[in-house]
């Protein structure tokens, strides 16, 4: 569940790489260590990244509580991942203010795979969800890897019975799984083999119309889990309340 914080967080700094005239939002990936019981107790944010905004996203992390994660049934220390949504604002003198906004699990996010041509020219869309096998060294197992699940479209209305363009979709995903760049989790110190379940929607072009109804449609990816049955990953605890930034 997401977990929305309260604007406690807020610098002034340099940005001119992403600097705008207007405001603008960016996640930020925080790789987290929690302890068995659950706690936060230390945070670095990835990327390359100015130090103020990387010191914003990282206390933004503080607060967040897990289930923690458990071997055998045992609690114990991990490693994980946490995205910051971070809100930029332009004050006017070549500085920008930023404010963390909120705080979600880390998703898989694979670069945009190419739209078969056939398909984005006839109107045909899809909803994928796709299973990528993580090996603990953090190689994709491509072997293991695939489809889950798919929905195919035309214009607004799903196709039941077609399996028109199904093997285009899955092949152009399946090509950049393999360049994937993954989230290690971490369990007891040890790095862990994970399942992860990845959205991938193609929408027709010009077509947003259409692309909120596939969107509308398709049953949300769940996630990730350790391969290992005796290996519960770290989880966020569900919020007691939600408060939106301001």
Known sequence: MTRLLPVLFAVLFSLPAVAADRPFERPVVVRVDVDASGSVVAAQALGELPQALASVAESATRGVEFEPARVNGRAAPSRTHLVVQMRFEPEGDDSVSAKALKVEPAKAVLDPPVYPTRAAQRGYGAHLVMRIELNADGSVDMDRSGLAAISLWKGGRK????????????????????????????????????????????????????????????????????????????????????????
């Open 159 to 246: 196709l039941e019975d077609s399996q028109v363009y199904r093997d285009e979709y899955v092949a152009e995903v399946m090509k950049v799984m393999q360049h994937w760049k993954p989230l290690i989790e971490e369990v007891g110190g040890a790095p862990v083999a994970t399942s992860w379940h990845v959205p991938v929607t193609f929408c027709p072009p010009g077509r947003q119309n259409v692309c909120a109804r596939i969107k509308a449609d398709s049953p949300a990816a769940t996630g990730r889990t350790a391969n290992d049955e005796g290996i519960r990953l770290a989880s966020l605890k569900p919020a007691r309340h939600e408060v939106s930034g301001s």
